[in-house]
């Protein structure tokens, strides 16, 4: 019943919030409907014709006398189990129109409360982002007309947020150069998500629907801080990372969880003032935020150099995955007035110290911390950006540690065989059968001499695939490592008696053959013996006089 | 916010609204003078009649004693609804499950049942308030057939007590007026004289009540719109505190002012009907959490009072209010209350409020800004009628160009100005800081007498305003009052023959 259809959309005038289910060819679509204060920008006009292919040598040639500035705004979605201001749940890719109530489906009548579980997420975040909590912030509303836009306002914070302030810090992947970047976070602020729109194929009506109507989104305000679209990008995945370790939201581009728009200006390196910023829209991974800035700083540069840096203007383009290049969405004619005022149906926001101490107390180790933490354990710095990159492999390492496993090892084994396995199978680190306590009584079974390195990576395998004991397994599977060289000599002896031409080739100066021995006593002992004590006893062997 | 009442415990204010409702419009403005219009003579008070009983407590009483049953009773304001409502058209919708439900009552009377407070008892609803049953325009149509899918906290609570909903009220479009001639719908008639505005924007509830057509009704008050027509029709009104009455399901009209309030024959009902829908609400936030007291659990029968029951009272009389342009007939009612007071040992001092006047101007600037705001939803896609239209903004334009009335669209217009970017800090926030009549006290309206207005009399009423949260001293103050008023009865000639209580 909540399903309206209306005619007349053709397109969305302006993608606040791109998600998969619009086509590529959007950016070709010819848009008649407007939001109150844009103008929509039809086709592209003069556009600089740059290749990506040939785009990153042009762009190290040009940029050298130009400076990019990015800012960045990133909207989480908070993984509350109920919405902002009603009780319905929200769930990605339910049946359209199925989890509203009178509340965000803006019924006549319905008033918003707030869930707490926002306030205490945006302090979390605010805490983790090194910002300044606003003790008495309060709620407003954002007013524009949209179909996806039930009650023709978005509950937002304008004037007062509840954090400002802060900063984020990130270490950049050793392939791209490294280095530790500090990067500055404006403000923090609750609001409101919208609907989505569905636009139907012939384009004569459009559909709405409201699930994610309510759903609370953290709007995260970078300062123009970052240079380059590798900067920005690691900017965005260290926000992610952040709200997942928090526990606020599952950070998921592809869902839409977590949303970056950048503004991106360039300027002639020297030059104090910002150039004109472009704002990218519809980033749906790092690697577009990433391809997206560099494609923009070229495009402006590229004006620079040619004359008409007065092309650059203040506008909204749209970055086309297919295309590889951002398209003009809009042109800003103007700043929108949205006629902000104080929200009067919800009480203002007032944070006691107790309660921000209890969080800045419940606080998990955060990525930056722990990388830190890594780092003094003696790690390289990939190995430290691998581990602390996922909060469960952090932890699996850490739990791994404290069970008194070698550092290097645990690292070695949770980014080499472990990780390849959990690439392969599709899995997550909790998914695995493997424990942290097994890893670390695997790694103590080899450097113990135990078993060997051989064993024990087929023993892992199938604690990762079966789960069970490294102890049982060695049990179970006899598969104890032969150290005794009584024993060793044994079969040594009877490998040399059972290869008297291969003996003789190697008494005749074929010392390769040792290899051939070495795999044959192997063999006989199933892997299990000694691999040291075997090549010594068979060298002494293979070299005695007979 | 509060503290912008420094003197009194009690602001005696009479009533002649300063049109807090309207905008200046002359012709609303000449009708809220008729029907106020002061006749030297007074000719009704020749036969001292006894005060207003409580119609409700009467109905439990003949119920649980088996006098009478639900379905008589029922049957009877029916009636005298049926026989008026072709004059009086407060109604835009009647229910037509009134009889059914009053025999369910008579059977869980036979049965032997426990009865809720208010089994048995007619209540009337604004019709911007939410009903699931009903249909709820506001007055609107931009809502013309919408049906919401949840009761309206205050109605729930009333059903829950066992009331019975016997329709929905005519009103001023979202409530924006003083006359209820901006509805969309049709224009109801004062009781007292037909062809009088009853007031407004609760024009239909006040009515209603009124003309017996129901026991007792709510309304809601932005700027007046419980106390004003309730003066206009003889009957008492009630504005309680903000907060004290759940929002959730009343439509918003200007949130931060907006109340549910009580229209009723007797202060005892209006006390009743508030107690029952008082509280706080897990869907309005900005309902409070202060206990609910018993309101009537204090009232005092006439027989044990004292020569001076409100002894040590005070009472301030806002000078502003009896200035120029009240008509001097209203003001000697309104001073021969203040002497009652006297009389029942009141200390009845006059007071100035000197930002009084300012009260009006900030009124207008926050209503209208927040009305703008909260009338964005009629925007014709998900309810309410919509225009098709080739794109959106001909669908949005189309369909609330068709769905408002001219008063809705002047206030969105004026609204929407007062928040623009360079004109909020002018106009939104400075009327933020006066909090004079803007402050969400609560008042009762009574009615205190009558006047001569051409071929019949009208009647006046007067407005006592109290402290936040204390309507049990107003409703105690009103009841004293009420039952000591010699020589009134308030049921208008309409419906006299046939209403005896």
């Not at chain 1, 992610?240 to 002639?268: A, I, K, T």
């Not at chain 1, 000599?489 to 040792?514: C, F, H, S, W």
């Not at chain 2, 059903?159 to 969309?184: C, H, Q, Y």
Request: aromatic letters at 8%; a neutral charge; hydrophobic letters at 35%.
């Amino acid at each position: 019943m909540a399903l309206s259809f209306f005619r007349g959309i053709q397109s969305r005038p302006f993608l606040l919030y791109p998600s998969g289910f619009f086509p590529r060819k959007h950016a070709l679509f010819y848009c008649t409907m407007k939001s109150t204060q844009t103008q929509i920008a039809t086709h592209e006009k003069q556009e600089p014709q740059l290749k990506v292919s040939t785009q990153s040598k042009r762009l190290d040639k040009i940029s050298k006398d130009f400076e990019a500035v990015i800012g960045i705004e990133t909207h989480v979605q908070l993984s509350t189990i109920t919405k902002a201001f009603c009780s319905c749940a929200y769930n990605y890719g339910s049946q359209p129109n199925t989890t509203v109530c009178p509340i965000c489906m803006g019924l006549p009548g319905a008033l918003p409360v707030l869930n707490s579980k926002v306030i205490k997420f945006a302090v979390k975040l605010g805490l983790a982002l090194n910002c300044k909590l606003s003790l008495n912030s309060k709620f407003d509303r954002k007013q524009y007309f949209y179909p996806d836009l039930p009650k023709g306002y978005q509950i937002s914070q304008f004037d007062v947020p509840i954090a400002t302030g802060g900063f984020i810090d990130l270490d950049l992947p050793v392939e791209y150069g490294g280095g530790h970047r500090r990067f500055g976070i404006t403000r923090v602020h609750m609001e409101e998500d919208a609907g989505k729109l569905l636009h139907t194929g012939n384009g004569s009506y459009s559909e709405v629907d409201l699930n994610r109507a309510g759903v609370p989104l953290l709007e995260i305000v970078s300062e123009p801080d970052m240079r380059t679209g590798i900067e920005a990008a690691e900017y965005a995945a260290e926000l992610q990372r952040l709200v997942r370790f928090l526990g606020v939201s599952n950070g998921n581009m592809q869902e839409g969880s977590l949303r970056c728009d950048v503004n991106v200006s360039v300027r002639p390196i020297g030059q104090l003032e910002f150039g004109t910023k472009v704002e990218v829209k519809n980033l749906n991974s790092f690697s577009a935020i990433s391809r997206a800035i560099d494609f923009e700083i070229s495009r402006q540069v590229l004006l620079h150099n040619e004359g008409e840096s007065n092309q650059i203007v203040q506008e909204t383009r749209l970055w086309d995955e297919g295309a590889q290049k951002t398209v003009t969405m809009r042109k800003k004619e103007g700043l929108a007035d949205y006629r902000y005022f104080p929200e009067p149906d919800l009480p203002e926001v007032i944070l006691g110290n107790e309660y921000i101490d209890g969080i800045r107390d419940s606080l998990p180790e955060l990525p930056e911390m722990k990388r830190r933490r890594y780092e003094q354990m003696g790690l390289s710095m990939q190995d430290v950006i691998f581990l602390a990159n996922d909060i469960n492999v952090a932890d699996f390492f850490d739990a791994t540690i404290a069970k008194g496993a070698d550092v290097k090892l645990a690292a070695n084994w949770i980014m080499g065989d472990i990780a390849a396995y959990m690439k392969n199978e599709k899995l997550s680190v909790n998914e695995i059968k493997l424990t942290p306590q097994e890893l670390a009584e695997l790694i103590a079974s080899i450097k113990g001499g135990t078993i060997s390195g051989k064993i024990g990576k087929e023993i892992l395998f199938e604690l990762m695939a079966k789960g069970g004991t490294v102890k049982g397994l060695i049990t179970e599977k006899d598969l104890v490592q032969i150290v005794d060289p009584v024993e060793i000599q044994k079969m040594v002896d009877k490998v040399i008696a059972e290869n008297p031409k291969q003996l003789e080739q190697y008494r005749g100066g074929k010392t390769k053959l040792q290899g051939y021995f070495a795999g044959q006593v192997m063999k006989l002992s199933k892997g299990k013996a000694n691999p040291g004590l075997l090549n010594k006893i068979l060298l002494e062997k293979l070299n005695a006089k007979s | 916010m509060f503290s912008s009442v420094h003197n009194p415990r009690f602001l005696l204010l009479h009533y002649r609204w300063p049109n807090l409702h309207c905008p200046p419009k002359p012709h609303l403005q000449t009708t809220a003078v008729k029907a106020l219009h002061i006749s030297q003579t007074l000719t009704l008070s020749s036969t001292p009649t006894s005060s207003p009983p409580s119609q409700i407590l009467t109905i439990r009483e003949s119920l649980l004693s088996r006098r009478t049953t639900a379905v008589e009773l029922a049957a009877d304001y029916l009636n005298r609804l049926r026989r008026t409502e072709p004059h009086l058209k407060s109604f835009l919708h009647v229910s037509d499950t009134v009889l059914k439900e009053a025999e369910e009552i008579d059977q869980r009377i036979q049965r032997n049942e426990e009865l809720g407070p208010l089994a048995g008892v007619l209540v009337a609803v604004k019709d911007n308030i939410c009903t699931a049953d009903m249909p709820s325009t506001a007055g609107s149509r931009i809502l013309e057939g919408y049906r919401p899918p949840f009761d309206a906290t205050a109605v729930r609570k009333l059903k829950e007590s066992g009331a019975i909903v016997v329709g929905k009220t005519n009103l001023d479009e979202f409530g924006m007026g003083s006359t209820t001639e901006g509805s969309a719908y049709q224009v109801t008639a004062n009781p007292w004289d037909l062809s009088r505005v009853p007031g407004g924007s609760s024009g239909g509830s006040a009515a209603a009540v009124s003309a017996r057509q129901c026991v007792v009704s709510l309304g809601s008050d932005t700027g007046g719109s419980v106390r004003q027509p309730a003066s206009f029709c003889g009957v008492v009104g009630l504005k309680p505190t903000y907060g004290r009455v759940s929002r959730y399901g009343l439509v918003a009209y200007a949130s931060s002012l907006d109340v549910i309030g009580c229209v009723g024959s007797s202060v005892a009902d209006t006390g009743i009907i508030l107690h029952t829908i008082s509280g706080h609400d897990r869907f309005d936030a900005t309902s409070s959490k202060l206990h609910v007291p018993d309101f009537t659990s204090q009232f005092i029968s006439k027989d044990l009072l004292e020569s001076k029951p409100l002894k040590g009272l005070r009472v301030g009389v806002i000078r502003e209010t009896l200035d120029d342009g009240v008509d001097p007939e209203v003001i000697s009612l309104v001073r021969g209350a203040a002497s009652h007071l006297e009389e029942l040992g009141c200390i009845v001092t006059e007071v100035s409020l000197p930002s009084f006047s300012l009260g009006l101007p900030a009124y207008y600037i926050l209503a209208s800004s927040e009305s703008s705001s909260n009338l964005s939803r009629y925007d014709g896609v998900r309810y309410g009628n919509q225009v098709v239209a080739d794109e959106i903004n001909s669908l949005y334009g189309d369909s609330r160009a068709k769905g408002f009335g001219s008063e809705v669209k002047m206030r969105i217009l004026m609204g929407t100005y007062a928040l623009s970017a360079g004109y909020y800090d002018a106009y939104y926030k400075r009327a933020q800081q006066v909090n004079v009549n803007l402050a969400g006290l609560p008042a009762l309206v009574l009615p205190c007498g009558f006047v001569e207005g051409g071929s019949t009399c009208l009647p006046v009423g007067f407005q006592m305003i109290g402290a936040a949260f204390d309507e049990e001293k107003l409703l105690k103050v009103g009841h004293i009052f009420e039952q000591t008023l010699q020589g009134c009865s308030f049921v208008p000639p309409l419906v006299a023959d046939d209403f005896t209580c």
